[in-house]
């Protein structure tokens, strides 16, 4: 489905939405090792897909350390994750074997956490198409890297929003703006894995993964809290819905845990093989 948008109108708000979530592109999984349990040690960068928390004492209104954050996480405790639960990141790490959340870089973690991983992950932070960072990542240690793609951001209740249409399901004319990222990312990791034979890098199809999530909930292009319409985030509290299970999104940006945790087994399967 489309918009019946000019094309000028178009371009203007997928210009803004793409500043604010076509960047989630910047989350990656690192896991350098043998596997005990499956892999020593996990490091996460990204944004706030895999956010636990780090913007929560920063100067910024990107955060989200207030109800109905975190209902569903344990306690019932709003940590800074963009959830009502546990994050992809968060899911990957149970199935890793870890026993213990990834600590949030903001922590301050001790030198025997630092053995295990850090969460880096900020709220609004963005990955640039360049291999800069990633040749940092090797030279301090780096050997097995998973980096996602940019989800269809057509298809999240912002985008449906922004058009004023409930019926679409998606905005296609957001939705084709993240081929041409996704295939220019795909370019980068292979061309690293030629640069660097002693490193495995992998592509994590974050579109795949969406799509089937997507399929599994009855209710797809909703937020399940109550959100701003200036933000996309959640009111404060503001109790959300009850079928948190049935909702795909969370708020007008992130998934539910519901749908992070049918995404982290897809993530991890295309892990493994680098592992």
């Known amino acids: 489905m489309g918009s019946s948008r000019s094309d000028s109108q178009s371009s203007s708000l997928i210009s803004s939405l793409f500043s604010i979530v076509g960047l989630l592109a910047g989350a990656a999984v690192v896991a350098d090792g043998s596997r005990e349990p499956e892999v020593p040690c996990y490091f996460i960068f990204g944004d706030s897909l895999f956010d636990p928390g780090n913007n929560n004492n920063l100067n910024t209104t990107m955060k989200a350390n207030y109800p109905p954050y975190g209902v569903d996480f344990p306690s019932g405790v709003a940590t800074g994750r963009y ?28 030198n025997s956490e630092i053995l295990v991983g850090v969460n880096y992950a900020s709220g609004s932070a963005g990955l640039l198409l360049e291999t800069g960072k990633f040749m940092r990542m090797h030279v301090m240690g780096a050997r097995k890297v998973g980096v996602t ?36 990312l795909k370019a980068i990791i292979d061309k690293l894995n030629v640069r ?80």
Not at 154 to 176: Q, R
Not at 199 to 205: I, Q, T, W
Not at 213 to 227: D, E, L, M, R, Y
Not at 235 to 257: G, L, M, Q, Y
């Open 83 to 110: 959830s009502n639960g546990r994050t992809t990141a968060d899911i990957i790490g149970e199935l890793l074997g870890f026993e213990s959340f990834i600590p949030p870089f903001a922590s301050a973690p001790n």
């Open 149 to 184: 793609g940019v989800n269809l951001i057509g298809c999240t209740p912002a985008a449906i929003a922004m058009y004023g249409d409930k019926d679409l399901l998606c905005v296609d004319s957001m939705n084709k703006l993240v081929v041409p990222f996704n295939e220019r």
């Open 196 to 275: 660097f034979t002693d490193a495995k890098f992998v592509y994590l199809d974050s579109v795949t993964a969406g799509g089937i999530a997507g399929q599994a909930f009855p209710i797809k292009s909703t937020a399940c809290c109550k959100v701003s319409l200036a933000t996309g985030m959640c009111i404060p509290n503001v109790e959300p819905c009850k079928t948190r299970r049935a909702h795909a999104f969370w708020d007008a940006f992130h998934p539910s845990e519901a749908a992070s945790r049918l995404i982290a087994p897809f993530y991890l399967r295309a892990l493994k093989k680098i592992l």
